[in-house]
């Protein structure tokens, strides 16, 4: 008796786990279709922007979490631009504490971070707005998010224009700075492309 309950219990043990593995490898066949679809409306998308080659490569690698949602699109692009703004904002730091740079390059690094510094919190208050929006508040939301993210890049290129280009640190960072300009440039204009789905 004993014999057979464990026999039964195997045989719907085995009976589970080959259903349990049926539905693995039937969602992981459908997952290669959805992220090309993903992909390619992210390429679609990427292609009103001013900058679509760096738009699809910094938004590609998140297709699946993206996947055919202008606003979930939009709002990728947002935290893509405020990592990377973030990030090139510690360099700077470094830099302008560099014993090797030059004062007045220093006092344009920390100009700069200033900017920099409002563009973050401008980037920040446009994706928590994101995540509020409803229909009920759909316009004025919108309306916020354009207005801090054009203020964003305003910050962006009136900090890129400080640095003289001839010098090492100079040129690094306008190229980073010119690089977060673009990212923002093309998170509006998919801000923008989401807005128009509603208007």
């Excluded at 344009?108 to 009920?136: F, H, N, P, T, Y």
């Excluded at 400080?162 to 700075?177: A, D, L, M, S």
């Amino acid at each position: 008796m004993e014999g057979s309950i464990s026999k039964q219990f195997l045989i719907r043990l085995f009976l589970s786990l080959l259903a349990i593995n049926s539905c693995i490898n039937s969602s992981s066949a459908t997952r290669p279709i959805a992220s090309k679809t993903s992909t390619e409306f992210i390429k679609t998308s990427c292609s009103s922007t001013t900058y679509p080659t760096l738009c699809f490569a910094s938004l590609a690698s998140r297709a699946t979490l993206i996947q055919t949602s202008p606003k979930l699109l939009a709002h990728a692009a947002l935290n893509v631009t405020l990592s990377t703004a973030k990030s090139t904002s510690v360099v700077m730091l470094h830099l302008s504490k560099n014993p090797g740079t030059k004062p007045r390059e220093a006092e344009a690094m920390q100009d700069c971070l200033e900017e920099l510094s409002d563009s973050v919190d401008e980037l920040r208050r446009s994706i928590a707005e994101m995540g509020q929006i409803k229909s009920s508040n759909f316009q004025l939301t919108m309306s916020d998010i354009q207005t801090w993210v054009s203020a964003a890049l305003t910050d962006e290129t009136t900090c890129s224009d400080g640095f003289n280009v001839k010098t090492k640190n100079g040129k690094v960072v306008r190229e980073r700075i010119l690089n977060i300009a673009h990212l923002t440039s093309n998170a509006l204009a998919l801000i923008n492309s989401y807005a128009s789905l509603h208007a």
